[in-house]
């Protein structure tokens, strides 16, 4: 009897689950749907879970603003700003017993239109202006620009009288004959209008500017621009607002987004990205503390930030004034020495054991590097640009502050980005090859930084620029001591060769500064006063206006560069070069900032031989855009 045939089946079980050699991997399919991070090969999952968290509250946040800011939006667009006052002017300066005539310019933005002050529909509101005037002044009757005729699609086809772009308003003056000859004389213009685009009408809406009429009347005499003249200028946040109103919100705030970031191209980084180093660079920890860390940072940043500009915005105030405060600087410097003071080894910082309890053993140091970043929230306050200043006028005009937080979180949010990767890359030094070799001296050198910022913080509290003349003397004795003195990183060779090539140079630096040479050239500038500009209209000679203030970073890096290039010298020497120091928040410097609609520092002003203003610059100007100006200028 035949045996039966051998098969070569495997057991059922062996297909279920193969034996496998004692050093195998387990490549089941039940295994394989498991979280790999859970069984201990490769990245634990526990410790990236709190920066995952981190990073998800982080977005949450931004997001928030962002549809915060998109409520705000619409419920802040019935009443939306489409008309801006850019100028009032008077024909000659207004006292006892005289007439003139007060011009009133109101810019439309592009795309919209109001509607004259006869409208073709009874049903239609017309434009109306109207003036308060101080006793013993009286308003005339108010003589409107020309209107438009123009169809539009809502209106089947119908024209309409409308008025666009640019109009001025003509608004006879009288003083009486008992007018005092001193005192203000404030007035209110006040615009009372309906807006509407091509397909739709928003609700009536006013805009009201407050002048003096003593001080107009002394400008307009003095050179100040004319309302002819302002027609010519754009209205500053213009094509912000057209963003928002024709293209949408993700549009517009994408823009702002961008032009945070590239705020990160101007000077008033500079402190940002050293203390960003330095401070990161002391910080201990794997990869994804560093991001926590970072994101609580940049957080600090975008929240004060925010705060800084829709205060500016919604006051009227000059935008990074709170940097004048010699509390705030004191502060600053205060807190950077502390964490220098702790790079050299002096003491540790420890947050109370209280803390550490409540808050759970990973989480120390997040607190810190979140007030961290509110204080360089106000440090980037500087960062003033064309964005910032659309910015500002945007909020201005909405009179949100919900929409004005959005606007400016979202701008923050882009120029932080940069420091998030800037800060996970100072904090992975203590992770590279031998760290430990040489880590004491890079802590020394990050504490030498930190101190060094601190000084430069304190400049506008010391008289004389006395830091700023400090500050290289002590950036070269630092580097030899590092190169030279110090013990640190001494017992690895490399190393070795590296910091004394450092010690090297800091030395020649050192013996550099001080050899006595001449001064390089540099463009002067008289102080600003009423009667130097006076004296250039009489000369009929044009003006360059310079704004600026102690705390201002982007103006010292303009007094660097552009006002010591030789071309830009030369060109500049037929100008009566004027500058106005705003670090000093007092009356007078007030009345300067509303003369002149000064949002922030720095800001150049050009004037004509005819005393018309031509050109208002706010942000760094370099070289060559300041000399293409100037040579621009009759």
Request: with cysteine; aromatic share 8%; proline share 6%.
């Amino acid at each position: 009897m035949e045996s039966p045939a051998r098969t070569n089946r495997l057991p059922i079980r062996s297909l279920s689950r193969p034996r496998l050699h004692p050093h195998a991997r387990d490549y089941r399919v039940t295994g394989f749907c498991e979280p790999m991070l859970a069984r201990g090969n490769g990245i634990a999952a526990g410790r990236w879970r709190p920066a995952i968290m981190a990073l998800a509250v982080f977005l949450a946040i931004v997001a928030a603003g962002f549809g915060l800011g998109i409520q705000a939006v619409e419920a802040a667009r019935p009443s939306a700003a489409v008309v801006g006052i850019s100028s009032v002017t008077l024909e000659t300066p207004l006292r006892a017993d005289t007439r003139t005539v007060m011009e009133v310019t109101a810019q439309i933005l592009p795309g919209w239109h109001i509607n004259s002050n006869h409208p073709t529909a009874s049903y239609y509101i017309p434009t109306r202006l109207g003036v308060s005037t101080p006793e013993h002044v009286t308003a005339g009757a108010v003589e409107y620009p020309p209107a438009h005729a123009e169809a539009l699609e809502f209106a089947r086809g119908r024209k309409l009288s409308v008025f666009t772009g640019t109009a001025v308003f003509r608004v006879p003056i009288v003083a009486a004959a008992d007018l005092s000859a001193s005192g203000s004389l404030p007035a209110t213009i006040t615009i009372n209008y309906q807006a509407c685009d091509n397909r739709q009408c928003l609700s009536p809406a006013s805009v009201s500017r407050t002048v003096d009429l003593r001080t107009l009347g002394l400008a307009q005499a003095q050179g100040a621009t004319s309302a002819t003249d302002a027609r010519a200028l754009a209205m500053p946040g213009a094509n912000l607002e057209q963003t928002f109103a024709r293209h949408g919100y993700l549009l517009g705030f994408l823009i702002v987004l961008l032009g945070g970031l590239a705020l990160n191209l101007t000077p008033c980084v500079y402190p940002l990205i050293g203390v960003t180093i330095a401070y990161f660079g002391n910080q201990g920890g794997g990869t994804r503390r560093v991001l926590i860390l970072a994101l609580l940072y940049v957080l600090g940043i975008a929240t004060m930030f925010s705060a800084v500009g829709v205060a500016a915005a919604l006051s009227g105030g000059l935008f990074g004034a709170a940097l004048q405060n010699p509390y705030l600087l004191a502060s600053i410097a205060a807190v950077l020495l502390v964490l220098a003071a702790s790079s050299f080894g002096l003491f540790t910082l420890r947050p109370p054991q209280w803390i550490v309890r409540r808050a759970g053993a990973a989480r120390p140091g997040y607190a810190g590097s979140f007030l961290m970043g509110l204080g360089m929230g106000v440090v980037a306050a500087p960062c003033i640009g064309p964005i910032v200043l659309g910015l500002l006028l945007t909020v201005q005009r909405s009179g949100s502050p919900l929409f004005g937080f959005a606007l400016f979180f979202t701008l923050a949010v882009g120029l932080g980005l940069p420091y998030i990767g800037l800060a996970m890359a100072a904090g992975s030094i203590r992770r590279l090859p031998r760290s430990g070799e040489w880590l004491a001296w890079i802590e020394q050198l990050f504490g030498f930084a930190l101190a060094g910022l601190a000084l430069y913080f304190l400049d506008p509290v010391v008289p004389g620029h006395l830091m700023l003349r400090v500050l290289p003397y002590y950036a070269a004795a630092a580097g030899v001591y590092l190169g030279f003195i110090t013990g640190a990183g001494r017992r690895w060779r490399p190393f070795l060769v590296i910091r004394s090539a450092l010690g090297v140079v800091a030395l020649a630096a050192l013996v550099y500064l001080l050899i006595p040479r001449a001064g390089a050239p540099h463009l002067s500038f008289e102080p600003y006063s009423e009667q130097v500009l006076a004296m250039a209209a009489r000369q009929h000679r044009p003006v360059l206006l310079d704004f600026s203030a102690d705390w201002c970073i982007p103006c010292h890096e303009m007094e660097r560069t552009t006002f010591r290039d030789p071309a830009v010298i030369a060109a500049a020497a037929r100008f009566v070069r004027v500058r106005a120091d705003l670090t000093a928040q007092d009356a007078r410097n007030q009345k300067i900032i509303a003369r002149f609609n000064i949002m922030g520092v720095p800001t150049v002003v050009l004037i004509d031989s005819r005393g018309n203003i031509r050109k208002q610059t706010v942000g760094y100007v370099g070289p060559e855009q300041m000399l293409a100006d100037l040579r621009a200028i009759d």
